[in-house]
Each structure stands twice: as C-alpha cells, then as structure tokens.
C-alpha cells in the first residue's frame, strides 16, 4: 500500500534517508521489495519538527521520483525528528488532504495498510470523531479518519491506549457490519518529543516494520563507519523496510507491538485493542 | 466567489462559450466584472452529456486560463448540453474533488455562494445526509455538501422541492447556531433533460444570474447573426455573468426564484425554502 | 523507457485500448513486462484526430494510472486513428512539453527509446533544425528533437526518407563526438492518414515492438470473439508489447525494419539510416 | 507580467515579505497595483541561500495564493538572501522550467518584462550561446535565455558589464530582424553575496522597480518599529512594487540603472548596453 519512516535523533538533512542511500524511501517509492505493491506513485509527504508551535509540512500528488523540489528541500531541511510517507491508493483520490503525514496540532500521524470495506463503515466512523474536531478533517481516507478517532479517544493523553480504543472501535464497528479482519495497518504518530509504532492487524498478519538497531551496538559493530559515528546514541529510525542492507542494522518490530522512541530507554511493548 | 455557466440546445463545440467570445467564461477566469472575486483561478471543471448513462467530467485544479489541455477537449468536444465552473475557493483546499460540476449518477451540481460560518454547521449537516449517499462524497465544500442534501431529500423526484428543503435545512441548521443569513447561492442542476437553475440568497442580496433571450426572438433583432441562426430555437444558457454584449440578449434572473429549461416553453418561477 | 500503441481503423473509444483489457496500456504504467523499466509514471499523453486540420492532445504529468480525467476522456473520445503514449523518463524534466505524442501541423509522433550521450551532441543536432520549425520546439527532450530534424529532412514529403535521414544524422553527429551506439528507438508517426511505425537501434538490438494480425484472419480464428467482429479488416495496432494475450494476436516487428498502415494493403519493409 | 522580490539582509523567515504584510508578494499574486497585469498566477518560484554550494530552488506551477506548501516552506525556511517571484506568462508553457529564479552554480536570475518577438528571434539569441552552457538550458523563455547569453558573456567576472553586452546584443539582434525595442526588463541577479538589480527598456519606459531606503534612516524614522528595530543596518529588498505603505521606506529605482547590494555601502550607477 505504502511505504513510511520515522526518524529521531541528531538532526540530519532529510536526504540522508530520504535519497543519499540504497533503498532509500524514494527507491522504494518506484521499486519496494516488501510492499503490498511494487509501486508507491500516489504522491508523498514530510513532516518535521523544528522548534516550532506545530511541524512543517510538504506534501504532493506527484510521484516521490521525479518531485524536484522535494530534491531541494529533503537537501535544504535538517530535523531532528522527521515523518516520510510515499503512498500508493487503495482507491481514494489523489489530492494532497489524502496524503501522509496528517497533522493536528503538535500531532503527526502516517499510516500503511487498511481499514476493509471501509466505505461500508466509514459513516459510522465519522459519526464517532469528536464535535470539535469533525471540521479539521480535510480529505476522505481510512488513514486521516483513524487519527481523528485516535484522536477523540485521547491521543493527547495515553497514544497506546488511544489507538488501543481506536482500533477497538474499528474491530466492532466492522464486526457489527459483517466486515472480516477490519484493520491492517502499521501506525506511527508523534507529538514531536516521542514516537509510537504501531504494528497490528485483525488476523494476526500485519504488514511489514523494521526498528533500527541500538546506535551504541552498531557503532560498535562498525567502529569505521562514518556515518553512523556522527550520530547521537538516542538516534533511532522505524522504517517500512529497511533502508540499505547494513548486517545487524534492523529488526522487526513483532505482530501486536508498538515501539516507543523516546528521550532515553526505548522500548517494545504488546499491543492489544482496546473492547 | 465563482462563475459559471449551463447551456441547453444545438450541440456545439464548448470552445463557444468557454473561448471564442469576449468575456468567455475564461475571460472571466482572470477578469470577473460582476464576481465577488475577480479572479476566479483555483480551480475549473467542465462536465457533459454525450449519450450515455452519465454525463462525463473534466475538473482540473489549474487557473482555467493556462490550461491547454482545457483548451484542446473545448475544441474536440461537442454537446446539447453541459455546464462548466470556474473556481475562486472560500479557504477550503484547492483540489479536483472540490471543483465543481459535482456528479452523482445522471446529475450534475455546480453553485457559486457559499454557506456562511459552514465550519461551524459541517458536521449537523453532514450527518442529516442519507446514508446510502453518504460515502460517495469526496471533497469538503458547503456546494458538494449542499448537491448531497438535496439528493437525499429527493433531486431526483423533484427538484425545486428538494433544493427548497436544502436550503430550508441549512437555513435552520444555521439559525440554531446563531448564524445571520446562512445560504448564498446561484446552483444550477440537471438530469440531463432539464435544467433547474436557482438565484437564492437568505438576505435576499444574492449573486448575479441571467438567461439568455429566446432564440426565436434574438434571430429576429439580430438576422444577419450567423451564430445565431444555427442555434435551435430550444437553446438557452444560462450565466453568472453575461457572455459578450449583445444588447437584449441577457436578462437577469430575479431574486428568488428559479429557471427551468427544458424541451417545449421554459419557465420561470417563484422559489422559497421549506421549512 | 517509455510504452505507446497506435491504432487505425474502425472508430472505437480510446478506453478499449488504453484501460479495458488486461495488460492495457494503463496496466503496463505500472507494470510493464517487456519495457527497459517496470513503471512507467512519468507523464503520459494521448493525439487523435476526429476530422478537424489538426489532431486533438491531451498530455499530463501525472501518472496515467490515477489520472481520473484520463478515464473520462478515454471513454468519451472515439477515433479511428489516434497514439497513446506513458512516458519513464530518462532525466528530463516532468512537464507537458516533455511528454508524446508531439504535434506539428497535421503531424504526430512518439517514441521509445533514447539519443545517448544527448546532452554531449543536442546543440550540434539543435542547431541542424530548420529555421522556420525552430521556435515550434517547446521541450528539452531527445524524442522531440528528433522529431523537428525529421521535419527538417522532409517528413512531409517522405516519411521514411526523412527518418532515414534524421536517423543517420544522428549517428554521424554521435560519432563525430565519440558516443557509441547513438540511436535507440522505436517510433510511430502519422499524417492523419498513414501510420509509419519504426525499430531501429544503431547496434541493432531495439526496442520491443509489435504489431496486430490482419481482422480477417483474426476474425476466422476466433468467429465468436464479439470485440473482433465489430472492428473492419482495415483494423491494426502497433504497440511497445502485446495488449492482453490473445495467440496469434501480435507479431513483433523485425530488427531495422519499418510497418506502414494504410488504406488498402499495409506494408513491412526494411529500415535503414541514410548516410 | 511578473512581480519578483530580492532581499539581502538579516536572516529572515522567506513568510516575513511573502505572506505576512499588506501587498505581500503573495498579495500581487491576486492584485497587483503597478503590474502590466494585475493577476500573477502562472506559477511562482523562490531561490535562497544557505551557506552550500548553490541556491536551493522551490518552483511550482500553481497559483502563489493558493499553494499550501509554499505556505510551509515560507514558515521554515530562513535565509539573509533570497529571490522571489511570482509569474505571468506571455505564451510560453506553465512548466517549473519556465519559472524563475533561474539557477547556473553558484547564480540566481529572475525578470519581469520581455523580449519582443522573441519568437522571430530566438534561433539566433540561442546560437549566440556557449556550448558548454547551451544543455543547461531547461525551459523555452526569454528570460532564462538572457540569463544564458550573460552567463556566456561573463557574469561570472563582469556582471555588470556582462548584462550591459546582453542587452546589447538582443538589441542589435531585434534591430536586424526590423523589431522595435526589443528589450524590456528589470532584471535580478545575484552570486550569493552581492545583488544587481537592472531596469532598463530600450524604449527608455521600463516596468516599476523599487529598493528599500537605509536601515539607519528608516529605524530613525520610526524608533517605535519593532520590525524595523530587529534588522541589520545592511538590509535591503529590491522590489517590483512596493511591500506595505510605509511612507519613505521605498525608492523608485531611476530608468537605466543598476542598484548594487552588498557588503558596505550600496551603489546605485547608471547602465547602458554595450555595442
């Protein structure tokens, strides 16, 4: 469907992971080895943090590939906590308000997968948004609507179980409509300081997530390695599928997990939804 | 805010009344004279009857006026009847699923107006919209909200008592909320066979609205009009705003009421909201 | 490099070709089988002539598969001669003026393939381009190019002398500076009445190219195909690879060879630059 | 045709002349007061510098007053140097080639006005081209040509000089063709650390250019400007019409001249073309 990474650390030009490598994010957007699709050409977006009251955003329609300016600005923009997405539509329609990240607020939120049938329930789906965030909602995909659900269910406050009641949302609405495995998704969402991953799906088989290795172990593991040698210890990327192919440098994040970047100690916890 | 125009008759090429005149409706794109907005650059659309069980679409997010390929299908496409929108957007986002004519099954919708403080009423009025409808939205303006309120109080029954009780139910949709004069709006519609064509406004102040003279009588003030005499003694248009100057050829529509052009005698009536 | 098709003969909608069958050409935007590259999402476009002095376009840049206006064209254009073509580019920029068919006067063209080292000898070729075509040129790419120097060399007169002499021009300009193997094309040109279709490659590996079965034999291989019955024997497609997997369907065209579709009896013959 | 800006100065966000002020640029991009149009929406570019090796380039074909990421970047983006201009086109292709700034390494150029009958004389302006320059060329205007005849006649040393012989040459390549007055242009160029700004005609009646008063005179004129109060005294824009209504603030640049910003004190000489 999608292709997305999420970055924390020692603040580097997008590029770095966005271009500069093999099988960077742009690879992918015209050749993923993982994906439910080879192709990710439905538009892209950035969402970076800097310092600001809300992260910056900049998204299009056009194909990662063959966007110039986002040559320019993935040179042009250093960030010490940045969101990619490419995206390849399950049907709804290429406009920019349908393209990841979404932003509320300090909030960004991007998302790989599927709600199923969702034309089916998404009435009822949007009927659970809260009043005062109803307006904020611009485009019409599955991916925006989960974050407003995740939102109106307390994301501000507790994001694991947020999305815990989100997804349990989602699971019984689609239930009470006939809809087998609703959800399928891999989430990240930050609100500038912390990032959540999310892996998770309905019948146990979620698409696919990788968390970088421990920047300690790996400088360790590669001592000349200039690169990594100029990153911070907390540095830290979850990623679609692994960018580059370095031995040791990613894991997979476990089916009904969630990794927590954070200031200090991450961590790998299980994820349940919420009934 | 826009312009637009419908046209019933002799199939022509759309270049006629979209290019190939003075104060086209392209002319309008950059150089509105009786506009809220005088440009009117974010956004065009174009939509046609040709036969089959839908009428066809082109909508484009680019300023109508530097548009080619625009330019290109006025020339190749010919049509008894199509409407056509040029957009200047109120704030929402500036994409193809906000461009007008919207499409629903036989239908076309375009309007220019808006309805007032429409962030704040959204949601009320997205809800009352009939739930087999509901999912076929695809963009966020008050005019595709408005096109699906009146199909789910029956457009394709009867129309005029359909957009009376639209504009009934936003009307009191927006006193309950305290907004002063909530509905401002030419709208145009058709089947495909008939075109309804409404001047309203709560305040009664509303946008400008003309037709054309009948044909019969404009051949006979002007005789040695070759455009004219190829024109059926059926066509009509009618515009936001006149094309060319012809003296006698416009006249305006008067506040509250609607047009409706069809095969045998056009009519002209009186039109209030239901409440 | 890039995917095109052109067809002559009975008027049909453009959609039969370019969307509704497997293997279509949009199917081949996002996964062609033979091209030098799998995707195709650089642009795409589309000619055809429907009577006037000059053929129709309709160019994007946006990726042929989620184009929805593509759709709607494709449906509502019928034709008995037009080009299509999706474009994978090879470093020039993404824009209309980029993208086939090209137009001059009654004249289209496209082309698959590439000049290499193009940026070393594109002045030298550039300036080989007739006086009074020069201003017409109004993209940066070889295919182009190539274009206004058969236009140079008299396409109007004799097409294929004319490309004979573009052709060889080219491989003397590319060997006066070095550059190995300049031409790699396959071409199809047309007056609005013939289609020349050409493969070529100075080192004599070219480009896929195909081209379909005479209807009447077709037809008596297949008498309860309906699709086939309601196309006149005059009926043929030239296409980078095979449209859907009918046997006997599509024969490729030889090494350095050149197809004609005419009025009457179509011809295959051999190709060679001019020296 | 076009309105541009060129500031110089203490580092700001690109949004402080853009977006945020009375008759921003983004505000001529709907209503130009001075401009031979008053609408400019054919696209928009921003180049700046950051301390790499050359300018970063953000180009788009829409509209200035409708795109959102521009809205984005304006907020993130920093810089003490920066060009910005907003587009109308006068018939050559919308396509980001063909918006400006225009960048060659380390340079930035951008122009209002136009060559007249650039069409009848364009082969010869482009085979006045160097050939190491001439495949850098990526779009068809007059504009980005002028740029490439005075790369080719020495920018790099003689900036002034080197427009001077551009100009010149256009000249006399116009008389030869029976053009009159081939030139009309202000013109911005700069290396990254001094800018030139030019206004010239040959007809001696050239399109409206404005540089800002000193910092010292204007921070004494208004001791209470909290704006003014946070820039260097070295700050300087040069402007097609002037940003905001501050009385004194905005000096007409006298026809055929040259303003020089730069470190120390700024000149303002006397230009003439070379014969």
Known sequence: MCRWL???GSPIPLEGLLLKRDRSLIDQSLHSQLGATT???DGFGVGWY???DQPRLY???HPAWNDRNLRELAAAIRSGLFFAHIRASTGTAIQET???PFRHGRWLWMHNGMIRDFPRIRRELVLAVDDSLFTSIEGTTDSEL??????TFGLGDDPIAAVGRMVGFVEETGAAHGVDNPMQMTVATTDGRTIWAFRYSTEGSSRSLYFSTRMDSLKAAYPDNEELAE???ETRAVVSEPLGDLPGAWNEVPESHVG???VGEDELRTFAPAR
Not at 146 to 151: G, K, N, P, S
Request: no cysteine; charged share 15%.
């Open 6 to 8: 999420a970055y924390s």
């Open 39 to 41: 192709t990710n050409g």
């Open 50 to 52: 800097d310092g600001g």
């Open 59 to 61: 998204r299009s329609t």
């Open 98 to 100: 349908n393209t990841h």
């Open 146 to 151: 989960m974050f407003y659900l995740a939102l």
């Open 231 to 233: 990153l911070s210890d």
């Open 260 to 262: 927590i970047v954070k």
